[in-house]
């Protein structure tokens, strides 16, 4: 594993150097009071509350604001039974070194391809024997005391199969289930071509579950290129994206990064993001690379493409700060534009 490098710029962004800036203008130069007061007077013209619909959040006061998360890098073979073991034993080391959240990477417990997907699928709702993995990681998240956001699995429901990552809660109880929205479909000639939707369903739900360490926004994947997913859960109020991925050898050294960067900095939020470590002689290799970004943009920890647990600080705190240095909830123009959640809509 690697920390983010540390430069100049960064420095400036370090806990050390935020004591003077506060959640609101109390304390600070009576000159800076009344220009941001000014700032913010003149983007009232722009009405920024109507750019979201139905308008954004504060996000919750998390029960905690600092914790350790660790991201489990797992190597993966056809061997479903090791696969569940091995992602325990990943787990229970991770709750060990004082990780209260977890993540799993997606399609852990076997191969990711088109063949694989209904041989490894599981039954949810049935549970037990039908759902090895499942029940392995509701045991584990209860007995361990964590949040686990369980990767993804494929999960066969009825005669459809969906690519499912489970949030489970520190009482072991499923708090949230997404299914992944965006399908994996590209050709890119003379590189990779990959259809999921051969033998998967798109999701149909967003999903934002509220857990022991603070508000979280689920993504599997080929999720994290929309950014409009990413903006809804912002204006739900996430403190966290959390994006379980395989990104593959052609698009991971070019865009796995990117995207989570831009994800944070869009949204002035962290994001997470695990991938199974890279197997060379698997149909598909994955980039490997899972990383926490914090709110700035800024990479917080990462690693290489070897198996490999990121265990790295989570501090909430930087959120508010980021978002005092470039107040963009304050500057946008609900009079051009406008991001419409159908399903918060739908709700109220």
């Known amino acids: 594993m690697r920390a983010a490098a540390t430069s100049t710029a960064f420095s400036l962004l370090s806990p050390t150097r935020l004591r003077t800036s506060t959640p609101t203008t109390t304390g600070l130069p009576f000159r800076r009071r009344l220009r941001l007061a000014a700032m913010a007077t003149d983007a009232s013209s722009f009405r920024p509350e109507a750019a979201r619909s139905p308008p954004a959040v504060e996000p919750p006061a998390p029960p905690l604001s600092k914790f350790k998360v660790a991201?489990?890098?797992?190597?993966?073979?056809?061997?479903?039974?090791?696969?569940i073991a091995h992602a325990r034993a990943a787990i229970e080391l991770a709750a060990r070194d004082g990780a209260k959240l977890v993540l799993l990477p997606e399609i852990w417990n076997?191969?990711?391809s088109n063949d694989s997907f209904p041989e490894y699928a599981e039954d949810i709702e049935a549970g037990g024997d039908a759902a090895p993995s499942y029940s392995m990681m509701s045991d584990v998240a209860r007995s361990l005391q964590?949040?686990?956001v369980g990767g993804s699995i494929s999960e066969r429901s009825g005669n459809s199969l969906y690519n499912t990552c489970c949030v489970f809660g520190s009482d072991g109880k499923l708090k949230g289930?997404?299914?992944?929205?965006?399908?994996?479909?590209?050709?890119?000639?003379?590189?990779?071509?990959?259809q999921e939707s051969k033998t998967l369903t798109a999701g149909q739900d967003l999903t934002i579950v509220d857990t022991d360490v603070g508000r979280i926004g689920i993504g599997i994947c080929y999720d994290i290129r929309f950014q409009e997913l990413a903006m809804l859960y912002a204006a739900r109020g996430a403190h966290l994206l959390c994006y379980p991925g395989a990104f593959n050898m052609?698009?991971?050294p070019l865009h796995w990064?990117?995207?989570q960067r831009a994800r944070a900095t869009d949204n002035q939020l962290f994001v997470a993001t695990c991938a199974p470590a890279r197997d060379t002689t698997s149909s598909y290799v994955a980039w490997g690379h899972s990383t926490l970004v914090g709110p700035f943009g800024e990479v917080i920890a990462t690693t290489e493409h070897d198996e490999a647990t990121v265990i790295a600080e989570v501090d909430y705190s930087l959120i508010e700060h980021r978002r005092q240095f470039i107040p963009l909830r304050h500057q946008r123009r609900g009079d051009l534009y406008q991001l419409v959640d159908v399903q918060g809509l739908g709700s109220k």
Do not use: M, W
Not at 71 to 83: F, G, I, M, P, Y
Not at 182 to 194: A, N
């Open 71 to 83: 991201l489990c890098q797992l190597s993966v073979t056809k061997d479903k039974a090791r696969n």
């Open 110 to 112: 076997g191969p990711y």
């Open 146 to 148: 964590i949040t686990l």
């Open 177 to 194: 289930k997404h299914r992944k929205v965006h399908l994996f479909d590209i050709d890119i000639p003379g590189k990779i071509t990959f």
């Open 250 to 252: 052609t698009t991971g």
């Open 257 to 259: 990064e990117l995207l």
